[in-house]
């Protein structure tokens, strides 16, 4: 697998090097490099191409239809979802430690497990873990796969093969991708990683 050029940018300016350095080239200030994949150079003449291929549209004249929803089975999770979820949306759960949002997955997924195919990718726990406390909260974990991975390469070509129509990634923090040198949980990995 080929490897994508990586570059350092600072998170005050903006500026880029190729090679990480304690203080940033342009702005001066300390230890607020980052590493990043380089994204390639794209010349005016495509974006002008790319302009006349959209249209301009008025926003009043947009027909807005409500997307169906799929509830999750817990009634305040919908609540907060505005129904449930959306087919091909991605939502993001964030919170302290230890406050149940391992918990509040697997139930929301033991739940949709009965009537849609869904994958649990879990970078955290280990496969036994999930399974004593489906075990502990009562729920019918039959139908839900399992995937204890953290690597991004891996998971993304599990989900194109199994093409589940959920998918539970725990957590993202732990992922990382062999795009980039950086430890799982850096700014960097959680970037590229949450970008694919």
Same mark, same amino acid.
């Given at each position: 697998?080929? #490897?994508?050029?990586?570059?350092?940018?600072?998170?005050?300016?903006?500026?880029?090097?190729p090679?990480?350095?304690?203080?940033?080239?342009?702005?001066?200030?300390?230890?607020?490099?980052? @590493?990043?994949?380089?994204?390639?150079?794209?010349?005016?003449?495509?974006?002008?191409?790319?302009a006349?291929?959209?249209? +301009?549209? #008025?926003?009043?004249?947009?027909?807005?239809?409500?997307?169906?929803?799929?509830?999750?089975?817990?009634?305040?999770? %919908?609540?907060?979802?505005?129904?449930?979820?959306?087919?091909?949306?991605?939502?993001?759960?964030?919170?302290?430690?230890?406050?149940?949002k391992?918990?509040?997955?697997?139930q929301?997924?033991?739940?949709?497990?009965?009537y849609?195919?869904a994958?649990?990718?879990?970078?955290?726990?280990?496969a036994?873990?999930i399974?004593?406390?489906?075990?502990?909260?009562? +729920? %019918?974990?039959?139908?839900?796969?399992?995937?204890? @991975?953290?690597?991004?390469? #891996?998971?993304?070509?599990?989900?194109?093969?199994?093409?589940?129509?959920?998918?539970?990634?725990?957590?993202?923090?732990?992922?990382? /991708?062999?795009?980039?040198?950086?430890?799982?949980? /850096?700014?960097?990995?959680?970037?590229?990683?949450?970008?694919?």
């Amino acid at each position: 697998m080929a #490897k994508n050029k990586t570059v350092y940018s600072c998170t005050e300016c903006g500026g880029q090097t190729p090679k990480w350095q304690g203080q940033c080239p342009a702005c001066m200030a300390w230890n607020t490099l980052v @590493e990043t994949v380089a994204e390639s150079a794209v010349s005016q003449n495509r974006y002008s191409a790319l302009a006349q291929s959209s249209g +301009l549209q #008025k926003l009043a004249e947009v027909e807005a239809s409500e997307v169906p929803r799929r509830p999750t089975g817990i009634t305040e999770f %919908d609540r907060v979802l505005g129904g449930g979820l959306v087919p091909g949306g991605v939502v993001l759960i964030g919170g302290d430690p230890g406050i149940g949002k391992s918990t509040l997955l697997l139930q929301t997924l033991c739940h949709l497990g009965k009537y849609h195919a869904a994958i649990y990718v879990s970078g955290e726990e280990s496969a036994q873990q999930i399974a004593m406390r489906a075990r502990r909260l009562g +729920l %019918d974990a039959g139908p839900i796969e399992l995937l204890a @991975e953290i690597s991004l390469e #891996k998971i993304l070509a599990t989900l194109q093969q199994h093409k589940p129509d959920i998918a539970v990634i725990d957590s993202i923090q732990t992922l990382y /991708s062999e795009a980039l040198q950086s430890a799982p949980g /850096s700014v960097a990995q959680v970037r590229e990683c949450s970008a694919n």
